[in-house]
């Protein structure tokens, strides 16, 4: 009886098993469940039943690598990169009065235009995340952005590695119960990524109105000092003081058309950051807000059946 107990158990388990195998959807509309191995020229896989079979990536429409990473488990790691970002971002924490997640609306640049709310979300942030004082205060958020792109954990989650248990790796190859969050979820990311490719963007924007200062100031030095040694020569017409001056003056207007130039840049390009932050927050909060809720459906089946146990 006992021997017939663990039999049954071992069939139960190697089902389970292979109900959660690795899927390969090919373009002729096959679906073959199993152990895949993906490669440079497609994929090698061991069936169920023991086949093995190959096919290039031409054959090939879509690969779902079994999830090790319930809804749970995802969110975890979401509250880890969401909480590791949050000083670049300019986002609160957590506290008392406003746990996470709860439900806030942001206004900002929308596509119908400046001051319309772009979307309301789920988030955990002590006030809503507008851009004004994200970009007021842009040299502080800056360089959070530098610290947390040199991190090993903001690199593990953004770079997609099978095997690895990131939000990258869920995101690119999500179990198929999980493919909208897990799209969802790459668009976060990708927003994300490219928020942190804008900072890096406006910082150096910045950079060059700091270095056209410093060489506009070293060419009006240079051309003062011409003027000084015209004005102290002996011979020196009145005309040729007043072209060392009139040089000088020259100068100084080219600096403030240069400058005012390069500073509209980096503002635009600052703008550009904080537009697209507010995108990234609303993406990572709505794929929250999916995994959110196949975590409350998981556990209200598992709950039903220990009922009815």
């Known amino acids: 009886m006992l021997r017939a107990r663990v ?11 292979s109900a959660l195998g690795d899927k390969v959807y090919l373009k002729d509309g096959r679906k073959l469940s199993g152990t895949a191995n993906r490669h440079s020229d497609g994929v090698d896989l061991t069936t169920d039943d023991g086949q093995q079979l190959s096919f290039t990536k031409d054959e090939v429409k879509r690969i779902v690598f079994e999830s090790t990473s319930p809804p749970g488990g995802v969110l ?12 670049a971002f300019g986002l609160g924490e957590p506290s008392q009065e406003n746990p996470r997640p709860r439900s806030v609306t942001v206004t900002g640049t929308s596509p119908q235009g400046p001051g319309v709310v772009y979307r ?7 006030e809503a995340v507008g851009s004004d004082r ?5 040299v502080r958020f800056s360089a959070h952005f530098q610290a947390v792109a040199k991190t090993h954990t903001y690199k593990h989650h953004t770079r997609p590695k099978l095997k690895k248990k990131s939000l990258a790796e869920f995101a690119m190859y999500p179990p198929e119960e999980l493919k909208e969050a897990g799209e969802a979820l790459q668009d976060a990311i990708g927003a994300v990524k490219e928020t942190f490719k804008l900072a890096e963007r406006a910082d150096k924007l ?16 240079a ?12 011979g020196a017409t009145s005309q040729d003081k007043g072209m060392a001056r009139a040089y000088v003056a ?20 600052v703008n550009q950051v904080a537009v697209s932050r507010i995108i990234a927050i609303c993406l990572l909060a709505e794929a929250r807000g999916m995994l959110e809720k196949k ?15």
């Open 120 to 126: 309301t979300y789920f988030g955990y942030f002590r």
């Open 295 to 309: 975590r409350r459906e998981e556990k209200g089946t598992s709950e039903k059946k220990r009922g009815h146990h």
């Open 7 to 17: 039999l049954l158990c071992l069939i139960i388990l190697l089902g389970a098993g």
């Open 134 to 138: 994200f970009v007021d205060e842009w």
């Open 206 to 221: 910045l950079g060059a109105v700091r270095y056209q200062e410093i060489r506009c100031d070293r060419e009006i030095a």
């Open 223 to 234: 051309a003062l000092n011409r003027s000084r040694r015209t004005s102290a020569r002996e």
């Open 250 to 269: 020259k100068l100084e207007d080219d600096k403030k058309v240069k400058i005012k130039a390069k500073t509209l840049l980096a503002d635009t390009g």
């Open 76 to 87: 975890d790691m979401l509250d880890e990169f969401e909480d590791l970002i949050a000083p």
